[in-house]
């Protein structure tokens, strides 16, 4: 059974600090990885991932992935409190389905 | 956002009535999905969309029917609606098969 697990669950900072969050996953046949931000309605997309040691990277936010290790790593370097949401990790698999993480839960205090 | 609405937004039901959501999308992608997304589950698939009439069952599917007649329509029903179907349902649709998706603003549905 394909497996997507995120860390921390949750994380208080303050504006201005860096943040790392984490997603590792276990899935059969990995075709790609995505990162969503969710606020209070839909996700929105970030980042898809297919390929190894190479970032990619968006204003302040950047993410790679090492397929080798099986995980991905999400930064967000001076935070802001518009940074504030939860955010998702997915995985595709061989069959094409998106299989999602239980989110890690980003507060960023003023 | 990617032109995708979801109707109705917040739904209250009572248990064993039927229950329709829809999914209405602007973007003509052909690919279009159902999720639940529940604390503790994260976002799970239940159903989804690779053209016209043609759909397939997703992770949690029990319970659960889906149509689309339309390239822009698909229509998730609860048969006989449950209080373990109380969920956010969001839909999602993307251009290819393991292209990015997008997602709609999501319906709340309790059942009671």
């Known amino acids: 059974e394909d497996k997507v697990v995120q860390s921390p669950l949750s994380l208080v900072v303050h504006e201005g600090d860096t943040v790392t969050l984490n997603c590792s996953y276990e899935?059969?046949?990995?075709?790609?990885l995505l990162w969503y931000k969710q606020e209070k309605k839909a996700p929105t997309f970030l980042f898809m991932l297919?390929?190894?040691?190479i970032e990619k990277k968006s204003g302040r936010l950047s993410s790679i992935l090492d397929k080798k290790e099986l995980f991905s790593i999400l930064n967000i370097t001076a935070t802001q409190t518009g940074d504030s949401a939860i955010y998702l990790c997915?995985?595709?698999?061989?069959?094409?389905?998106?299989?999602f993480g239980g989110g890690t839960r980003l507060m960023v205090k003023p | 956002d990617a032109g995708i609405t979801q109707s109705p937004r917040h739904k209250v039901t009572e248990t064993g009535t039927p229950v329709t959501l829809r999914c209405h999308q602007t973007?003509?992608?052909?690919?279009m999905y159902w999720y639940r997304q529940d604390p503790g589950h994260g976002l799970r698939l239940i159903h989804y969309?690779?053209?016209?009439?043609?759909?397939d069952k997703g992770e949690v599917s029990d319970g659960y029917s889906v149509s689309r007649s339309k390239t822009e329509d698909f229509l998730l029903t609860l048969e006989s609606a449950t209080s373990s179907q109380t969920s956010v349902y969001f839909c999602?649709?993307?251009?290819?098969?393991?292209?990015?998706?997008?997602f709609g603003p999501g319906t709340r549905l309790t059942v009671l």
């Open positions: 297919t390929s190894s040691g």
């Open positions: 997915a995985v595709f698999n061989a069959g094409n389905m998106l299989t």
């Open positions: 999602a649709i993307s251009w290819g098969w393991s292209n990015e998706q997008f």
């Open positions: 969309s690779y053209g016209v009439k043609d759909t």
């Open positions: 899935v059969t046949n990995f075709r790609s």
């Open positions: 973007e003509n992608h052909r690919y």
